[in-house]
């Protein structure tokens, strides 16, 4: 399980990938895999934020003692 980016790491990748997409000296082969990867990176990220707030809302669920919580999209 140690070798499982997590989150952090992912975003940073992406942040090279990114960078080195928009270097003019980037090859179409290099920029294709460096895609591949960006594409994969970016799922995975998106799958944890998605659990992230599955698990912040049952915990806002579970926590409601009777009172109104008002959920609101992250992406608002």
């Known amino acids: ?13 992406l942040e090279d990938i990114v ?3 928009e270097d ?3 090859g179409l082969e290099s920029a294709l895999e460096l895609f591949e990867e ?3 990176r ?3 990220a998106q799958a ?3 659990d992230a707030e599955t698990r912040v809302n049952q915990v806002l669920k579970d926590s409601s003692d ?3 919580i008002r959920l609101v999209p992250l992406d608002e």
């Open 19 to 21: 960078r080195r997409l």
């Open 66 to 68: 009777g009172g109104t």
């Open 1 to 13: 399980m140690a070798d499982t980016p997590t989150l952090g790491d992912d975003l940073k990748r």
């Open 24 to 26: 003019e000296e980037t």
């Open 48 to 50: 944890r934020l998605a």
């Open 42 to 44: 970016l799922r995975s």
């Open 38 to 40: 960006g594409v994969t």
